[in-house]
């Protein structure tokens, strides 16, 4: 979802925002065809938070070399505090399985 969200921002700036949209949109749909049979595969096995952390894991997992190599954003320290909270939110949303308590 990364691309489809933030590309347009460098490729399409020059271009009307309904192209951004519509291009943006086409791109989703085929992840989200990914997305859902992947969440109701997940489901079997992790809560819905546990869900909702690790997509946010992934998101920030692919955002933030997305940022600094497509992008051509500045690496910046506030990615490393956002990955630390994200860790943070993964062993506080998996500690009963971990711990089983």
Request: hydrophobic share 55%.
């Amino acid at each position: 979802m990364t691309f489809a969200w933030y590309a347009h921002l460098r490729d399409l700036s020059s271009k009307p925002w309904i192209i951004a949209a519509v291009t943006s949109w086409g791109i989703a749909f085929f992840e989200y065809m990914l997305q859902v049979p992947a969440n109701r595969i997940g489901y079997a096995e992790l809560s819905l938070g546990q869900l909702k952390i690790l997509q946010e894991v992934i998101t920030l997992s692919v955002f933030v070399p997305f940022a600094i190599f497509y992008m051509k954003e500045p690496p910046k320290l506030d990615y490393l505090w956002a990955g630390l909270c994200i860790l943070g939110a993964v062993f506080f949303i998996f500690r009963s399985k971990w711990t089983g308590a």
